[in-house]
């Protein structure tokens, strides 16, 4: 089955600064990966998502970039603000016919110092 | 309002006593999941449901039961708790007619002593 790595499992940045997840993942088959956010106590949210025909995707000050070649893809947040902490999930799955769970990578907890 | 609705929020029980956590949404969403947040270890997806009558294991489904008789209801059935279960438990759902997007209910924190 599917299998996500997601690193670093930590990350602090100044205020201001941009921050950078990274996710890998093993199927070659999955074709939807999303970005979830949860704030302390909060349930996980979608915040940004991707399909494997198309390469990159922005909303504002985040974006996520996929290497289906590589089998990774990455968040990026730039001019991170305090409301940025938080935990970050990414997620890969098979969409479609025969569709597979939506497997989560163990997170990223995002620290922004103000 | 869109929701999704989670029972018991906080629950502490004893090894063994059987327990049932409810799921219900006014979405008409078809997708419907449970995941387990330990930490560390991230969302792990326990059971799944495309439709009414149709589930299937996820990642971590040892010690769960769950069933799908009606759109709306997606209970998680621990017929024999351990404690091995105390964990946070999310209810999502999803369709596919316009997004993948998954909603998360608000959680139910489970304590097996």
């Known amino acids: 089955g599917e299998n996500v790595e997601q690193h670093p499992s930590t990350l602090s940045v100044q205020e201001g600064d941009s921050a950078v997840i990274k996710c890998t993942y093993s199927?070659?088959?999955?074709?939807?990966f999303p970005w979830y956010k949860q704030e302390l106590g909060k349930r996980p949210q979608l915040i940004i998502d991707i399909r494997s025909n198309v390469g990159e995707k922005k909303d504002q000050r985040i974006a996520v970039t996929l290497n289906k070649t590589a089998k990774h893809f990455s968040l990026h947040i730039t001019e991170t603000q305090p409301e940025d902490s938080a935990v970050y999930f990414c997620a890969a799955s098979l969409f479609g016919s025969g569709n597979t769970p939506l497997v989560f990578g163990k997170g990223t907890r995002l620290s922004v110092i103000a | 309002e869109a929701q999704v609705t989670q029972n018991p929020r906080y629950l502490i029980t004893v090894t063994g006593k059987k327990l049932t956590v409810t799921c219900s949404q006014n979405m008409n969403h078809e997708y419907m999941s449970w995941y387990r947040q330990d930490p560390g270890l991230g969302l792990r997806q326990i059971y799944y449901?495309?439709?009414?009558?149709?589930?299937d294991k996820g990642d971590v489904p040892e010690g769960y039961k769950v069933s799908r008789k009606e759109k709306r209801n997606f209970p998680l059935i621990l017929e024999s708790p351990s404690p091995n279960q105390t964990s946070l438990y999310f209810c999502?759902?999803?369709?596919?007619?316009?997004?993948?997007?998954?909603?998360f209910g608000p959680g139910t924190r489970l304590t097996v002593t």
């Open positions: 449901s495309m439709n009414v009558e149709v589930t």
């Open positions: 199927d070659s088959a999955s074709n939807y």
């Open positions: 999502a759902t999803g369709t596919s007619a316009r997004s993948y997007e998954q909603y």
